[in-house]
């Protein structure tokens, strides 16, 4: 989550802790402003959520929390033999030179999956060759299992890239809402501010996003004791 967003958050929950300690305000605010502070409670708690979801996503996004390095490591290995025994019977064994060359060490995993599973489709036509000049009798279902953990691999980070970028514009979607939400509740307490200076001085401390951030009270929206009202949605959405 970025510091700008991170700042917001802090702001919406220091807007939920002064609800709670200024509950005769929000009993004589207008009706739909404690309800912006139950649909603020919500956002809050989205937020928190995708933020831990973002972290964990980038953590098993990265090649060592899926063990790429591993898996493409034991393909390799699993190629070696099968390609050098097709090197020595080059000329001896027609077409077995079609498993004789080694992937460049540079390709991505992707590449290196795909020319794993190409060897394990020529392999098999030359699998008693293979065995009699030495090479274990599963030699070429060992390859098979390398590159299928190696695709699982790269399938798995992928999934965890996509979800981090989910989990980071629903960051940003509730960090908009939950702005246009204390804007709403901030419309309707003005009038009950306007006359007790301490108070409104203190709301507006509260709810400014400040420049480097402080650490805030999370306030959880249930201790906000509000009505629910249908029109809020379409209300926020409106506005």
């Known amino acids: 989550m970025t510091n700008t967003s991170l700042r917001s958050l802090q702001s919406f929950r220091r807007v939920q802790g002064w609800a709670v300690a200024h509950d005769d305000i929000l009993r004589a605010a207008p009706l739909p402003v ?8 919500e956002v809050v708690a989205r937020i928190e959520s995708n933020a831990t979801k973002q972290v964990g996503q980038h953590q098993l996004s990265t090649r060592s929390a899926t063990d790429a390095e591993v898996c493409r490591a034991a393909v390799r290995v699993a190629m070696r033999p099968i390609a050098q025994i097709a090197r020595s019977l080059r000329g001896t064994v027609f077409g077995i030179s079609a498993i004789s060359k080694m992937p460049d060490p540079s390709w991505d995993n992707e590449h290196l999956v795909t020319a794993a599973n190409s060897m394990v489709e020529n392999a098999a036509i030359f699998r008693t060759t293979l065995i009699e000049h030495g090479l274990q009798p599963d030699c070429i279902e060992t390859l098979k299992t390398a590159a299928e953990a190696l695709k699982v691999s790269v399938d798995t980070r992928g999934l965890a890239k996509s979800a981090g970028v989910g989990a980071t514009k629903g960051i940003r979607a509730d960090i908009s809402l939950g702005i246009k939400l204390v804007s709403l509740i901030d419309a309707g307490l003005q ?3 306007r006359k007790n200076a301490s108070k409104l001085a203190s709301w507006r401390n509260a709810k400014r996003v400040t420049t480097k951030g402080v650490v805030g009270a999370g306030v959880p929206a249930s201790a906000v004791n ?5 029109s809020v949605a379409t209300e926020v959405g409106a506005a």
């Open 34 to 41: 404690s309800a912006y502070l139950v649909k603020l409670g």
């Open 191 to 193: 009038p009950l501010l």
């Open 226 to 230: 509000a009505p629910s009202i249908p």
